[in-house]
């Protein structure tokens, strides 16, 4: 099966792509392009199809770099490729050959580029690291290798949509602390539960920090056979779940 990427125009000509589970060697519950190597999937087939994500940004394998998530805010300059991988949520460059990669199974994947200045990040966003500022953290230090906060577009790819989102009060509280106008991101569910719309979180935060933005509209947790989902993965008490690569390079 060959691999399916999912593009934006207003990242071209810039190669990047939200890679599906499609075209992978995984089999199981992490059926297809796992390129997480801190799942319990065998190493030598993730590496497999971390190579392959990596062939078709046309980079070796050692310049496909990433971070230690955590559900931070913490941004990494990179300017070559990483021989140890920094504990953070986000990335940026300005090196040509340099593929920036964040995995995600529900959260946001965030690729940004400035491409009059030849800048470009890369940020893994879920509900704590978009609330603690890891998108704007990440076009802070765009510009700090140059781009112009203007010229900045920013894509979210697949992502867990409101509908699939069940929260509980103390979720919506946390929000509500940090701003009261933040509850149009909720929809009423059963009982005391509500439904967050993280994407549309994502996009406010983006074009309040001045840049242009926009979601894919593909949601991880609705569509098994192309998504991974760690809720979908944890409603049907599976083991483990694959994680979805995403990419830019200039």
Not at 2 to 29: C, D, N, Y
Not at 132 to 148: K, P
Not at 183 to 209: I, M, S, T, Y
């Amino acid at each position: 099966m060959k691999l399916e990427i999912i593009t934006a125009l207003s990242l071209a000509p810039l190669q990047h792509g939200f890679f599906t589970r499609k075209g992978g060697a995984s089999s199981g519950v992490f059926a297809g392009l796992n390129c997480g190597t801190g799942s319990s999937d065998q190493s030598e087939i993730v590496a497999i199809n971390r190579a392959r994500a990596a062939d078709a940004m046309q980079v070796a394998p050692t310049h496909l770099v990433g971070v230690h998530q955590i559900h931070s805010s913490d941004v990494v300059p990179v300017n070559q490729p990483l021989t140890d991988k920094p504990q953070a949520d986000a990335m940026v460059t300005a090196t040509p050959g340099v593929a920036l990669s964040v995995l995600t199974a529900d959260c946001q994947p965030v690729l940004f580029a400035d491409v009059r200045n030849g800048v470009i990040g890369a940020a893994h966003a879920g509900w704590r690291g978009a609330l603690d500022g890891v998108l704007e953290h990440t076009v802070e230090a765009m510009e700090t290798l140059g781009a112009e906060r203007a010229q900045i577009a920013a894509v979210i790819g697949p992502t867990i949509s409101q509908r699939a989102y069940e929260v509980g009060p103390e979720f919506f509280e946390t929000f509500l602390a940090e701003d009261p106008q933040n509850a149009r991101f909720f929809a009423n569910g059963a009982g005391d539960r509500l439904h967050f719309d993280l994407p549309a979180f994502g996009l406010h935060r983006l074009r309040l920090a001045g840049v242009a933005a926009e979601w894919t509209r593909h949601c991880t947790y609705s569509d098994a056979e192309r998504f991974y989902s760690f809720r979908r993965t944890t409603h049907d008490n599976e083991a483990d779940y694959g994680r979805l690569i995403s990419v830019i390079r200039l």
